[in-house]
């Protein structure tokens, strides 16, 4: 490790702001809490709540008294009173400590972009609230780094170029908000994860790297990276070699620039500034800036709840709370509950010329909590989530689409061309609507559920489009949304079973061979944790690269060809004897659910007593096998 690198270090551990106090991070507390998410500069609804609320009076200081006020942050960006958001905090954080309350911030993504140069998101009003703080000094010296850099164009319509892409404020803003401004000072001084009682409150969510750490080990390393890389850019400035202008996007360009320059005039010669460009390259690793941190992940708002529920579960128990509470994702207007409570999505879109939503916030009284939504007296629960996969392929849900797909008129048929079944592509129409599904008709065993004996050795390799509708039944029963509608039913004479199509998908074989990244908030493998589970459960042994969809736009899995399953033996199948499987409390309370009585009401059309007997078999498996979400 070289000198440079140990000063930092031991400045970085000697500081109070990169140690912090536990107790800003963790608080237990019999006072009022009152949270709210994402205000991006709505400075007039979000005061006009925080009034309706008693936290602040007319004229914009604290009245409320020993209340604990969160924001979740993101104050700023996009919105045109970011700075009066800000200043307005700051002013409250001070008056609500006297009053005997407290105002506690955790770090977004837009604070910490705003700090580290990211301005992608800053509106012209954001600029221009900065721009009487900007001396003619200050922007005249920017213009000369700009032209330092920029030695071989012509001045004049450098000069253009230059006032069209950094307006007036913008090197006011830029010193604001970076380490030594008040307002990046001040932001230095916040979590980007508390607990107050039995919540925990963060910016985006956790993912499984962050569910390993506690709050504090958490805090410390996510505002030790952020400090080191400030201090490395500061380092850099000294030097001469990083401007303000220089974005966060375009840095690592411009410092390779700089150090081909120095080589070719100065060969197999180090600069100084080398050592603190090294870290600021290395920085491009960090979490603090990754999309997996708490302050970007987007997987604990939108992946499924099955699976993410296990990280946020682990987590939660690990800091010993019982409910996450974030923003960041909006919800365009209402509260919502995922995974059963385990987590709260409270950004319902404040900054209605952008995310069309409304102010809200979280009102907790003891034992007692409810939504504020601004303008109602009424108070509310936070909505459940609404997950139907129907609604997402077709506009229809369950029923309307089953009832459609039974009694439309049948427009097209046509052969896929793919799998050893041949099956079919249908198009049908109703009115208005038109909809796709497919139609397998392959039976190897008729009527086998109707049998008075199953004989494992002559069924268990039975091929059935009825095990399609099957699948889907239990899908619903479980919750899971992931196989699409199939219904039975009779196409050119012929019986089968018809399923709803999945449009704008891409199968894992072909995502493979064709190269296509897989881009989604939710990790491959994190998404995996529901294969394993409903495969096991269902004795699927034809799951395969060919039958594990994503949506393209969101790479999102899917379901389908559910005909080789159901089996009656009470072991895993052979592709999944090894694999870890790891259940969620939310997924257990799922499977435990599962009973003869149920399962034979909804699945006997299509299973036989034994199939179904096999099925809980597989289900006490999973229970007995599967991992725990305890840390």
């Not at 602040?56 to 409320?64: P, R, Y």
């Not at 960090?286 to 970007?296: E, G, L, T």
């Not at 529901?530 to 379901?559: A, H």
């Amino acid at each position: 490790m070289n000198k440079l690198l140990i000063i930092t270090c031991l400045v970085i551990l000697a500081t109070p702001l990169a140690v912090s106090q536990t107790v800003a991070y963790e608080v237990d507390t019999q006072s009022r809490v009152v949270a709210f998410a994402d205000v991006h500069g709505a400075f007039e609804d979000w005061t006009a709540m925080l009034k309706e609320l008693g936290l602040i009076n007319e004229q914009l200081d604290w009245s409320g008294g020993d209340t604990h006020m969160v924001s979740l942050g993101d104050l700023v960006d996009r919105g045109p009173h970011s700075r009066k958001v800000v200043e307005l905090m700051m002013k409250l954080d001070a008056q609500a400590e006297k009053a005997g309350g407290a105002v506690h911030l955790t770090l977004g993504n837009h604070e910490v972009m705003l700090m580290t140069g990211d301005l992608r998101y800053v509106s012209s009003e954001e600029f221009a609230a900065f721009a009487e703080d900007e001396s003619e000094t200050e922007r005249e010296q920017l213009f000369a780094d700009y032209l330092r850099f920029n030695p071989d164009r012509e001045q004049a319509a450098l000069r253009a170029e230059f006032e069209e892409r950094y307006p007036r404020g913008f090197i006011a803003l830029r010193k604001a908000f970076s380490q030594g401004g008040e307002i990046g000072d001040w932001l230095l001084q916040q979590p980007f994860v508390i607990r107050i009682n039995d919540r925990v409150y963060m910016h985006g969510g956790i993912d499984k790297d962050g569910a390993q750490e506690n709050i504090d080990d958490l805090n410390r390393r996510l505002k030790g990276e952020l400090k080191t890389f400030l201090d490395n850019m500061d380092n850099l400035r000294a030097a001469g070699v990083m401007p303000w202008y220089v974005s966060y996007h375009d840095r690592l360009g411009f410092l390779n620039a700089r150090a081909e320059e120095h080589l070719a005039a100065n060969p197999r010669q180090a600069a100084p500034w080398f050592t603190p460009m090294k870290e600021v390259f290395e920085a491009q690793q960090a979490f603090v800036f990754s999309d997996d941190s708490p302050n970007w992940y987007r997987g604990t708002a939108l992946c499924h709840p099955y699976s993410e529920s296990f990280n946020t579960e682990r987590f939660l128990k690990r800091v010993g709370a019982k409910q996450l509470v974030m923003g960041h994702t909006p919800t365009r207007g209402e509260v919502q509950a995922r995974m059963d409570g385990l987590a709260i999505r409270l950004d319902t879109g404040m900054l209605k010329s952008v995310y069309k939503g409304r102010a809200s916030a979280l009102v907790i009284e003891g034992k007692d909590s409810h939504v504020h939504y601004l303008g109602e007296s009424t108070p509310y629960q936070p909505e459940p989530e609404r997950r139907s996969l129907s609604m997402e392929l077709s506009q229809m849900d369950d029923e309307t689409l089953e009832d459609f797909m039974l009694n439309a008129e049948v427009v097209s048929v046509e052969e896929i061309g793919t799998g050893v079944t041949n099956p079919w592509r249908v198009e049908q129409k109703q009115g208005d609507r038109y909809n796709l599904a497919a139609f397998k008709y392959e039976d190897t065993h008729i009527d086998l559920q109707f049998k008075k004996k199953y004989i494992m050795s002559r069924y268990n390799d039975s091929d059935r489009y009825i095990y399609d509708v099957a699948a889907y039944k239990l899908d619903r029963m479980l919750d899971l949304q992931l196989v699409p509608v199939a219904i039975e039913r009779e196409i050119n004479d012929t019986r089968g079973a018809l399923s709803d199509w999945i449009e704008n998908s891409i199968n894992e074989r072909d995502r493979e061979e064709q190269g296509v990244p897989f881009t989604s908030y939710c990790d491959k493998w994190e998404q995996y944790r529901v294969r394993f589970m409903f495969d096991i459960l269902i004795f699927n042994e034809d799951r395969n690269l060919t039958n594990i969809l994503w949506t393209k736009d969101d790479f999102m899995m899917k379901f389908i060809d559910h005909t080789r399953a159901f089996r009656s033996t009470t072991k895993r199948p052979y592709q999944y004897r090894k694999v870890k499987v790891e259940l969620s409390d939310l997924a257990r309370e799922r499977l435990k659910a599962l009973n003869m009585d149920n399962l034979s009401l909804e699945l006997s059309p299509y299973l036989h007593e034994r199939q179904i007997e096999g099925m809980l078999a597989r289900r006490d498996l999973l229970l007995r096998e599967g991992i725990s979400s305890s840390p």
